[in-house]
């Protein structure tokens, strides 16, 4: 199920980043009730009542984790995964309990704190002092009932197991052939994740851009309108997101033994990166045409699954990924035009005004349209930085020959430019 949470207040954010801890509870107290809304709907109505502890421990585990958060976007991301986990620790210990005490009974419920309450009880639990006598106690007891689960599952063994490990390692070499069909199955089970109910959407909206920390230290920096799907196991048993937009990653290098490989998934395309890890842009809006991949450090293996269409792409190339399985070199300004958001500007190349409005629309937020769709097919080229909506419009208007109208509630409207004296008489 995914968890989205409201973007917090970009003033609490820093201080709290900072170690303020009146920071840490004014921004509970102003997400505690989107924290306990997501936390209801993913705990379920049998579970329910358990929401403030839920987003009480989230909020612990994001002042725990703040020296990784570079802005808002960043803590309602880490919120929405911090609100899940503790979601599903939830739901394990009450299947727990109902395991040891057979069929389930009613339990008395938790009360839910007010947000004040909670708050409080936050503070508090940052200066609790850990018993380490029984901390230690706890987690001896744990490994000797661990020890004593181990020699029952061995004594109880029987004697042809050893035969049958033995004759397991002689056909590692038939395995070894069936490598295509386990590659073929994990890329079915991060289908199945990816369209799960657990998946996490990580947004941006319109005019936003930001940048977060995934679960396996990847970091990415996500462009204006743009959806990050991440899967429940992501970073456990597998590394693959889904992408509806662009984003530039940052991946960190596979470890561990099984060494997961980072990859991204949109369309039909799957962008993997090389063990060491990898810098890669990828773009792919619903309605393009196409997508668009460009490496800027390390090396990344470039599939279309539908079409078994694969190549690799290293530091410095670009690629242009057509639905038929076609990749084509991006150079020169096609690959601005692509991906110059990644250096803070958009190009325009003989671009019809019917698609430029629209990607100013989507990265600035401007609220804008043709006044006349007569000019829809009026070319445009200009280049234009990210920083400044004022700036994006002027620099519209002058390279197509524009005026500016305001229409209903005060939407900016493109239409033609008056004519000039001076030209008439031209």
């Keep these: 199920m995914s968890v989205d949470l409201p973007t917090p207040d970009a003033a609490l954010v820093t201080r709290m980043v900072a170690g303020d801890e009146s920071a840490l ?31 009480e421990k989230a909020m612990l585990s994001a002042w725990r984790a703040r020296d990784r958060f570079q802005n808002p976007i960043a803590v309602a991301a880490y919120l929405g995964e911090a609100v899940q986990a503790e979601v599903d620790v939830q739901k394990r210990k009450h299947a727990a309990l109902h395991r040891r005490e ?9 009360t839910v704190p007010t947000a004040e309450e909670s708050a409080e009880s936050l503070v508090a639990s940052l200066h609790a002092q850990v018993d380490h006598d029984k901390a230690r106690a706890e987690a001896h007891e744990a490994k000797k009932a ?53 998946v996490q959407t990580l947004s941006a ?14 970091k990415v920096r996500i462009g204006s309108d743009t959806r990050l799907r991440i899967p429940e196991p992501f970073a456990t048993t597998q590394r693959a997101i889904g992408l509806d937009g662009t984003a530039t990653f940052t991946v960190a290098p596979a470890t561990g033994p099984e060494a997961l490989l980072f990859s991204v998934r949109t ?13 890669f842009t990828v773009r792919h809006y619903e309605g393009e045409d196409a997508a668009y991949v460009e490496v800027a450090e390390g090396a990344v ?10 190549r690799e792409l290293k530091a410095g190339e670009a690629l242009r990924l057509a639905p038929d399985g076609t990749m084509t070199p991006l150079e020169g300004v096609a690959r601005d035009v692509a991906l110059a958001w990644v250096r803070d500007s958009i190009v325009f190349d003989n671009a019809p005004l019917k698609t430029v409005v629209p990607e100013l629309v989507r990265w600035f937020s ?12 009026r070319p445009v080229s200009m280049r234009v930085a990210l920083s400044s909506s ?37």
């Excluded at 401007?366 to 097919?377: H, I, R, S």
Aim: glycine letters at 12%; hydrophobic letters at 45%; charged letters at 25%.
């Design 366 to 377: 401007m609220d804008a349209a043709l006044g006349d769709e007569a000019l829809g097919d």
């Design 25 to 55: 509870k004014a921004l509970y107290i102003q997400l505690y009730d989107a924290l306990c809304g997501a936390a209801a709907t993913a705990l379920g109505p049998d579970l329910a009542h358990y929401r403030g502890r839920v987003a």
């Design 301 to 310: 293996q470039v599939k279309n699954r539908a079409q078994k269409a694969e």
């Design 390 to 426: 004022g700036d994006a419009t002027k620099a519209l208007t002058d390279a197509a020959s524009l005026a500016i109208q305001f229409g209903k509630n005060d939407r900016i409207e493109f239409i033609d430019a008056p004519v000039k004296p001076d030209a008439k008489k031209k």
């Design 102 to 110: 057979g069929a389930p009974q009613a339990t008395a419920h938790v």
């Design 267 to 279: 369309g039909d395309y799957a962008v993997t990166g090389a063990a060491g890890g990898a810098v």
């Design 205 to 218: 909206a319109k005019g936003q851009r930001g940048s977060l920390a995934l679960r396996d230290s990847t």
């Design 146 to 198: 661990h020890a004593r689960e181990h020699v029952q599952r061995v004594g109880g063994r029987p004697k042809w197991v050893v035969p049958t490990i033995i004759g397991a390692v002689a056909v590692v070499g038939i395995i070894a052939l069936q490598r295509y069909v386990e590659v073929a199955g994990a890329d079915a089970a991060v289908d199945r994740a990816l369209k799960g109910e657990n």
